[in-house]
Structure formats: C-alpha cells, structure tokens
C-alpha cells in the first residue's frame, strides 16, 4: 500500500515515509491509494478479537508487509496499549438497549488522543532504529525533533506518546498561564529529557505562528529534521480506525436484536480525525448508519452540511448578527470562539480535506483513474487555497450529495452541553460525562428523534470529565449528591499539582528565543 497527497503530484510515498513526513511538501495530506476492504470472513474470525488483535488485523491492511510485518506490528502495538488503565482499551458502557458510551480516555492523560499519540511514538521509535540500524558506522543518525504548540489537550497526549523515545525529542510551547492548571501540571511534570515544555508570554495564536515560522525556515529544518504529531499525521487516523471496529462487536453481544439492529457512531468533532477513522472504517465495510459529526458553536462543519459552503465565518441570511447578544454567537471578528469543550475551539477542520478528496473523486467521471485522482487533486488544491485566502469555498451540489450519504451533522451550544451533563448525571444509570462527550450526547438525542426504532447510538467519550472539571463543576455543583472529588477525580490526578516540574520560560512571543531553546536542547 502507497501514499499520495490530497493535492496531488505523483509522489507515491510508503507507509513510513507517509508517518515520518506528516504533511505533503504542497500542504496536502497523505490518504492511502485505496480504502481495502475488508476479508471475507472478518465477521466470524474477527468477533473474538482483543483491542490489539483487532489493530493488528485492521493496520495491516494498510501497511505493506515488507515495511512492517505482523510480528512488528504486533510488538508495536501491544507495547502501545500497555499504558492504559482499562483491559478493552476503550470499554463500553451501556446505557441502555440502544445507547452506548465508547469510553476513549483511559490512556495516559486521560483523553482519546492516547490512543493515536501511544502508537505513533512506538511508529517513530522504530522507524528511525531501522534507518540508523542501516547506516554506516560515523554516518550521522537519523532523529526528529518534534515541534507543537497547544492549548491543552494534544500537548500532554504527544508528550506522553513521545516521552523516553530514542532519536526523537519533543519541543510543546503552551502559552504561558493560559491553559488550564491540571493540562499545564500534566505537561510540565514530565521529566524525561527528550522532553521540552517551553511556556511562552503571549497567546496560543503566537505560539502556533512561532511553530509555523520554524517549520518554514528551510536551514533550521534541514539541520533539525522537524517533525509534527498534529491530527494530520495519517498514522494516528489509522489508529483511531481500530475502536470502531471493537465497539462494533462488543454493542453486537449486549443487544437483543443484533441482526435487525444498526449502529450509528456519534462523535465529538474538531480537527475531524477521529470521525474520519469511523468514515474510514465504514467504507472498509462496517455495517453502520450514518456518522454524526457533533461541533461545538464553532460550528463551519455543521454548517457545510446544510449549506454545502465550507467558510469560516457565518455568512448565510439565518446567521445570528454579532449585536443580538446571544449567548454562544460567532465573535464579531470570526476568530475562533471560546467554548466550554475547548479542543473542539477551531476555524476549519484540517482533516476535512481528506474526506473532501474522496467527495471529489467519487463525482467525478474522469478516466482512466490516475486522471480522476489527479483532477481530484487539482479541485482540492483549488479549494484549499480558496478556504485559506477567502475563507470560503462552495461545493457543487453532488459533492453535498455523497457528503449526507455518509454524515448528519449537528451543532451544539454550551447552555445544552451543561444542560446534558446535568441530566446523564441525575439519568438511570447516573454518567457524568466531560463537556466534549456531553456536544456528542447531545447531538445523539436530537439525531435519534428521526431514528428508526432499530438504530443503536454509540457516543464517542473523548476526554474524562475530571480533565474539564471547571464545566463539569459549572454543570453539578447544584445536584443532590454531586461530590467531584469523589465521584470524578481519579486517583492520578490527585497530588498532581504539587510534582516536580520542568519548563523553560520564553519571555516575549520570539522565533529566534524559541530556536535557541531547542538548538541548546538538541545540540549538534
Ligand atoms: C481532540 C479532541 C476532540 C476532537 O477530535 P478531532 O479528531 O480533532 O475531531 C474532541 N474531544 C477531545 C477531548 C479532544 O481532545
């Protein structure tokens, strides 16, 4: 299996390059040369199978043999999942008949980006032991240097992915005293040295635009080998896939009815990767009902499916104009608005432009197919920089089309996310879920008014309620018999604050400090 970019060019890269390089040289992202489908008895011989078996089984369809054989692959991944606290992974939780919870969150920092970060630290690791495992003694190794900015919760997911790992080293700059004091303790505490958290004095916007800077310094790359773990790294899409397929079984064994039943995915949405592993998945040939991607009040996705206008700024008749005062309205300049799920906080959803490709050329008719694929390319080439330089594009109505044979989308405000919270929380059985999972329980509720009585909702849990504690409190502290220490904080988080750390400050928003941080880190 080969990669190529969602812009095009002819670049065909494998699995390792793909992983390595993160981003194509012309901004697009790597999507698999095709979606394999699935062998012919998977139902039976799969049914059985264990988080790692299952990951195993659907990866290896993606990964050449001869890059990775199942016996590494195997290695890889279950000394990935070692570090979670559950024996499934990712456990479901029943509802009732036709509710679940897919619990992605207890991995390390307590948020599903675990899942994705664990493996692909193992990915790196051994891929750069391969490459200097073949080098020439005195030839210089083959290392990457990881440079990311966060406002919380990819930061402490790639550093715990990362942490400890030969030839790589992870640099996170977070602004500094603006992310939430449980994320800040959960970054800075680590103490391993290929690990660097840099807080910078300004904001999360200056400290993405240093990143960008760096990687767009052509020398300071080269010397450095930069690397990103950010949403788009096909890698942690593949992992992502893996859950999809085990909640499949384990919602089969608790139903009733598990031949006449269907089972619809509902799924907190940012960057759009983790519903794209489910989209993936469903095109591989899991039997599911349509996705429902569920946003916060940064709503552009919810938006493209009504309208088919990927833009980020509200332009339609309907849109609530910035002086009516409404409670979660756009801010009047079209910046990203401050939410109480605060990893779903975006403009556009960089993973979009994957699911947008495959829009593209199945309404295409263009032949052979590497004309098809290449003019797919073009048209989102086309769209990118339309989307970057006008904030906008328009698809054409047969894009829309397929794009609601696969997805429902819904938007959700933060009055219904705590209102959510609040009920689960006083529900039979009592959940309490973090504000994320509470947009997607949401979503699910209003989704499953129009549901047929056969439809079975799984609600992906992207983080635990005790990493958001400020809106999980906001939600319960009125309730009966609410007490967050001891329904809510785990065991880990406790003392958390008072551990050692280790963070190097930067005084002003500066390319220049930052690359000297990093250049005293990785030396020569
Ligand atoms: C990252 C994140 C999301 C959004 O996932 P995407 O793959 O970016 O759509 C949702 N919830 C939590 C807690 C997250 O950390």
Known sequence: MKYFSTRGGGDLLTFEEAVLSGLAPNGGLYIPERIPTLPPNWQDDWKSYSFVDLSVAVLSLYIAPEELSREELRALV?????????????????????EFILELFHGPTFSFKDVALQLLGNLFEFFLARRNARKSPGERPASLTVVGATSGDTGSAAIYGLRGKKNVSIFILHPKGRISPVQEAQMTTVTDSNVCNIAVKGTFDACQDIVKALFADQPFNEKYHLGAVNSINWARILAQTVYYFLAYFQVRRQIPQPESSEIQFVVPTGNFGDVLAGYYAKRMGLPMSKLVVATNSNDILARFWRSGRYEQIDSSPEATPPSQGAPDKKPADGGVQATLSPAMDILVSSNFERLLWYLVYESSSAAPDGARRASAGATIEGWMKSVKGNGHVEVPVEVLELARRDFLAERVSDDQTLQTIKQYFIGSPSYIADPHTSVALTAARTVST??????????LSTA???????????????????????????????GLLELERRVVDVDEPSKELVKKVIESKVGN
């Open 464 to 494: 635990h309620p005790a990493k958001f504690s400020e809106a999980v409190t906001k939600a319960l502290s009125t309730s009966r018999g609410f007490d967050f220490e001891r329904d809510v904080l785990p065991q880990e988080f406790r």
């Open 78 to 98: 279950s000394r990935s999942y070692t570090t979670f606290r559950h024996p499934d992974i990712t456990p479901l939780t029943k509802l009732s008949d036709n």
């Open 450 to 459: 129009k549901n047929p009585p056969s439809v079975v909702q799984v609600v």
